[in-house]
């Protein structure tokens, strides 16, 4: 079973494929020679890629994987490995909180019918005032909070009527 | 000369403070809320007073318990830094009864430079440049007319208006009565109050702003320009000085204005006068900030003087340490300020916990920071963690060498704007000077981060792959026969 990373909005399948002599990896339909693994989940790493030394520095939270690598960062999903399941987090057929914060102000009720990238409600984290959108077409089934009511991440602001059902 | 002084602020002003209060050798008392006990300036400090507040940033407004603490300590001295108390009139007037010397300016010129149509008023009555506006205070038709003398373009905006809202362009005559009506019935809807004026708009503008410093009792001088024309969210995120391609003639003109504004206020401490410049070279008044700026590092590294170390001076009763001809700009600075966003999601704010974190050294780099390695990043606070500062020769060099800089930079744990502004840095036209306000909107596709190489990819996920432990588990460690770690050290 393969591990599934999620980078960029893609989904890219690694897998190993020999583990000696040396470790032989599969990305997506390539295969790569892992030859130096000094590689700790924070902090620098050094490793060797089909003879190519990468030097960087690597930081994992919970969730995300953040690699600082040829002077760019990078931050991706924690992969999931085999067996993990493929549990997304968020769909389109709801609007979560990517932090905390608090709801400013509602532009839309339980049972509205709303077009793809309508602004749904305001949101202020960081004393920053967001507009969130509508992800798609269709019918609010639920907005979870009222003006001024505080959130936490991960909270869901306004949920769809599932699309099956949407036609009304 | 003041003995102690408590920092009113957080983060990387009060260290900045702390910093130039140490060098003076003058005793320093930093104030925190719990959530930022553990933060770079109560350990800069000599001394330190937590207070409290039902949210983190009510602490640092609690003006009762800053002055308790100021008695705690016997402080002095208050320095507000920027943002929170620092133009708060009021706080200014309780520490000065209070028998403590606020290193701010005095009430009066907070009050005035605070009322945006007062100190624009007052601008124009010193012969200051305002932008040509024009208010309803008859008829539609005597507006119409009014409003025609400006020229055109202009903006309709709301008199009680903000974030755009209410607000209309007009091109030409014809669209005026129109555009009047549909403004003042949005601005009803929007804020219950449909007056509305009108008000040249200026294409393409730069944000110019000069710093000056005035001792209260009628010495001023100026430190030259800032450019600050890259924002955001109408927020600077770069500033550099001197402003690129501005002739002398201009810069002279700009900062003669701004010291004669300073002059007739009869201001006291360091303040900045900002101003839009239209492309036509004409400039107009925008506003006067009472205090420290965010990017005061850019004019003290091209003058060589800390401004922090003046406020104190001047806070003491002791004048200005030097006179305009002593003055002028040598080299050229850029700051950047490091923010927790993500700048390719409409510079959506974030949060995390600074995991990793190795800053950029070298001759010229300046970091005026407040974080440090396993500092969490909240919602309870400004989303500004640090400013870089880089100083070159030319402007060209000192674009290289913050690009150079920003590419050593390593922040991880939060996600951060360092990447985008290292793609500012070394886009074309910014490295060309034509700059306006809104240079990120028109830029935006350019300075997306490019997409992955293969090799780039590559490395990514297998740096991904190979520090985790799940990972580890099955590649190094699954026992014999099935597999042997080799001559793996992991």
Not at chain 2, 433 to 461: N, R, S
Request: aromatic share 6%.
């Amino acid at each position: 079973m393969p591990y599934q990373i999620n980078i960029d909005d893609r989904t890219i399948e690694a897998d190993i494929v020999k583990r000696k002599p040396l470790l032989r990896i599969r990305i997506g339909d390539r295969e790569h020679t892992i030859t130096e693994a000094n590689c700790p989940a924070s902090g620098d790493f050094e490793i060797m890629i089909d003879g190519k030394v990468y030097r960087g520095w690597r930081y994992a939270t919970a969730e995300e994987v953040y690699m600082r690598i040829n002077g760019r960062t990078h931050i991706i999903s924690v992969p999931r490995g085999p067996g993990a399941g493929a549990g997304d987090t968020g769909s389109a057929d709801e609007i979560r909180a990517d932090m905390p914060g608090t709801v400013v102000s509602l532009n839309c009720a339980d049972g509205d019918e709303v077009k793809s990238g309508q602004q749904l409600l305001t949101v202020e984290s960081m004393k920053l005032q967001i507009g969130l959108v509508a992800p798609r077409d269709g019918v609010i089934e639920k907005v979870h909070f009222e003006a001024n009511a505080p959130f936490d991440r991960g909270a869901t602001l306004v949920s769809f009527v599932p699309l099956e059902d949407g036609d009304k | 000369m003041l003995k102690k002084v408590l920092i009113a602020n957080r983060g990387e002003i009060a260290c900045r403070v702390i910093k130039t209060l140490k060098d003076m050798g003058i005793g320093s008392v930093a104030v925190f809320h719990h959530e930022d006990r553990a933060a770079p300036h109560v350990q800069m400090a000599d001394e330190s007073v937590q207070l409290t507040g039902e949210v983190p940033t009510a602490a640092y407004l609690d003006q009762e318990q800053i002055i308790a603490a100021c008695k705690k300590t016997g402080a002095d001295g208050v320095h507000p830094g920027y943002g929170f108390l620092s133009e708060n009139a009021g706080f200014a007037e309780t520490i000065a009864k209070a028998g403590i010397a606020f290193i701010g300016p005095n009430t009066d010129a907070i009050k005035l430079m605070g009322d945006k149509i007062e100190s624009r008023e007052f601008a124009a009555k010193h012969g200051i440049p305002i932008a040509p506006s024009a208010r309803q205070t008859g008829s539609l038709e005597d507006f119409i007319k009014e409003a025609e003398k400006i020229g055109f373009p202009l903006l309709i905006k709301a008199s009680a208006g903000g974030g755009g809202k209410g607000m209309k362009i007009v091109n030409k005559k014809d669209e005026l009565e129109e555009s009047i009506r549909v403004a003042a019935s949005e601005a009803e809807r929007y804020f219950s109050d449909g007056r509305v004026y009108a008000e040249k708009l200026v294409v393409e503008p730069r944000h110019i702003e000069v710093q000056v410093l005035g001792d209260g009792k009628g010495d001023v001088v100026h430190l030259f320009e800032r450019e600050c024309s890259i924002q955001r969210r109408y927020q600077k995120v770069v500033e550099e000085s001197p402003a690129p391609n501005m002739q002398a003639k201009l810069r002279d003109e700009i900062c003669e204005s701004a010291v004669r504004l300073t002059k007739a206020a009869n201001y006291k401490n360091a303040g900045t006068v900002e101003f839009i410049l239209g492309a036509d070279g004409k400039f107009y008044f925008l506003e006067m900030n009472t205090r420290l700026q965010v990017e005061h590092p850019v004019t003290e590294m091209v003058v060589g003087v800390d401004l922090v170390a003046e406020q104190i001076k001047i806070a003491s009763g002791m004048g200005l340490s030097f006179k305009q001809s002593d003055l002028k700009q040598t080299g050229h600075a850029i700051e950047v300020r490091i923010c927790a966003e993500r700048p390719e999601k409409d510079y959506q704010p974030a949060t995390g916990r600074v995991g990793v974190m190795h800053l950029p050294t070298g001759e010229g780099i300046r970091f005026d920071g407040g974080i440090k390695e396993g500092q969490a990043v909240t919602p309870a606070f400004d989303s500004m963690l640090a400013k870089l500062i880089c100083y070159g020769t030319t402007r060209a060099d000192a674009v290289s060498k913050m690009e150079e800089a920003l590419g050593d930079f390593v922040l991880l744990g939060v996600p951060t704007n360092i990447d985008f502004l290292g793609r500012v840095m070394g886009n074309d036209v910014f490295k060309s000077g034509k700059l306006h306000t809104g240079f990120l909107t028109d830029h935006a596709e350019g300075l997306m981060p490019p997409a992955l190489t293969g090799e780039e990819e590559t490395a990514v996920i297998s740096t991904a792959l190979l520090g985790d432990a799940d990972f580890r588990v099955s590649a190094f460690e699954v026992p014999e026969p099935y597999a042997s770690i080799g001559s793996w050290q992991n």
